[in-house]
């Protein structure tokens, strides 16, 4: 199988705090993960590409300085949302790519709901 | 760019009928197109993919799309739905820019199926 888990589920922060969402493949090593964000019944929009060993790739619009991100190991990438406040608030889902017959196939992980109060 | 478009917010149906969630893209070039589910608070569970050949896919759940070049479509189908079918459902193209394998996905539809 191929399984990503997200770490935590959910999460709820004052204005102003550092959260960090960690994203993990478990049974896969995964050279490129992707991180996306679902505004409530919305569309999921990609904000980055995280690829191990190297910078992010940020979607146009996206702030590199506030969404960082980090992708250490084969099998984890993280994102953290700096100087979070409330317009941050979304449900944020990483998906993990991982070599199969007819092409890299993404696998999504079961996503994170960040609340900023 | 690669885009997908889903005309429906929802679509309703009863239990037992037949089930059609519609998807047209716009690509240069062949396109991958992936069908995901979405249920409340989870993430995207993948259904179907077309890459190439056939242009029946069949995925999980008994689930199946019908790629069509011509009407540049890739509509979801069931026989029969069941009431567990109820879900939000995305329609999604693969980028080919610079070399990403990142998603563009449809807007989304809701599926609501009736006992």
């Known amino acids: 199988g191929a399984v990503v888990s997200q770490h935590p589920s959910w999460v709820i922060c004052k204005s102003g705090t550092s959260v960090k969402i960690e994203c993990r493949s478990l049974d896969f090593q995964a050279t490129t993960m992707f991180w996306y964000r679902q505004f409530p019944k919305q569309s999921l929009m990609l904000m980055a590409t995280s690829n191990e060993g190297s910078k992010a790739t940020y979607e146009q619009g996206v702030e590199k300085d506030k969404f960082l991100i980090n992708h250490a190991s084969l099998t984890l990438s993280t994102l953290t949302v700096t100087s979070a406040h409330p317009e941050d608030s979304s449900f944020y889902i990483c998906?993990?790519?991982?070599?199969?017959?007819?092409?890299?196939?993404?696998?999504f992980g079961p996503g994170t709901r960040l609340t900023v109060l | 760019a690669q885009s997908v478009a889903q005309p429906e917010d929802q679509v309703n149906v009863a239990e037992g009928n037949p089930l059609t969630v519609k998807c047209t893209y716009s690509?240069?070039?062949?396109?991958?197109l992936f069908w995901y589910v979405q249920y409340p608070n989870r993430g995207l569970q993948f259904l179907l993919k077309y890459i190439t050949g056939d242009n029946l896919v069949k995925g999980s759940y008994g689930f199946e799309a019908e790629f069509n070049k011509s009407q540049t479509s890739f509509h979801l189908k069931k026989p029969s739905a069941l009431v567990s079918d109820s879900a939000l459902y995305f329609c999604?193209?693969?980028?080919?820019?610079?070399?990403?394998?990142?998603?563009?996905f449809g807007s989304g539809t809701r599926l609501q199926v009736q006992p």
């Open positions: 998906s993990a790519s991982k070599n199969s017959k007819g092409g890299n196939e993404q696998f």
């Open positions: 999604a193209v693969r980028r080919m820019d610079t070399g990403r394998r990142a998603l563009t």
């Open positions: 690509v240069s070039g062949n396109p991958y």
